[in-house]
């Protein structure tokens, strides 16, 4: 395939991959840097790609394979190494105290919101965050799925807006 050809297959291919990587960065200006560092990393290794095989799966684990490097690298980056030779960072913390009382306070609002809730929705929506299956609890309450995940659905809404005043620390 001669690089014409290659920059042409390409660039048809090209358009899919930005919902693709959009769906990893979870931001645009993010997903538009790994679709640019693909594509750069697609024509620097074009000789790499072998005729007759699938440039769409190639194109789309070059740019898993980036989003990985990048993030393992931004990991490694925020990693903090106390190099002192004494230590001093990670010794001070062992004298130091948290104040539970905002954490109680907001574990005491959250359980008063979920016993407040109507029986119908609290029971499917406690069963879910037990980890309970759908198909598991429309089966052991004896309704159907959909009304399962309706419940659900609902129930975290209410919870949501009576817990709006913990958005702002949630965030």
């Not at 090209?14 to 919902?19: A, E, Q, T």
């Not at 194109?59 to 002192?84: A, C, E, G, S, W």
């Not at 198909?135 to 949501?160: C, F, M, Q, W, Y």
């Amino acid at each position: 395939m001669t690089a014409l050809e290659f920059t042409h297959h390409i660039g048809k291919v090209s358009k899919s991959l930005r919902p693709f990587a959009l769906r990893l960065t979870k931001d645009v200006e993010d997903a538009n840097d790994l679709l640019q560092d693909t594509l750069l990393k697609a024509f620097t290794n074009r000789d790499k790609y072998t005729d007759g095989t699938n440039l769409k799966a190639w194109l789309y684990t070059i740019m898993k394979n980036t989003f990985i490097t990048n993030y393992q690298r931004m990991v490694r980056k925020n990693t903090f190494i106390d190099t002192t030779d004494n230590l001093h960072y990670i010794n001070t913390m062992d004298n130091s105290t948290d104040n539970g009382a905002y954490s109680t306070f907001a574990q005491e609002d959250i359980s008063r919101a979920v016993n407040n809730l109507d029986e119908t929705y609290r029971a499917p929506f406690m069963m879910h965050f037990r980890g309970f299956k759908y198909h598991e609890i429309a089966s052991k309450l004896d309704i159907p799925i959909g009304t399962v995940k309706n419940r659900i659905h609902i129930a975290r809404k209410e919870l949501k807006d009576k817990l709006k005043v913990y958005a702002y620390y949630a965030a």
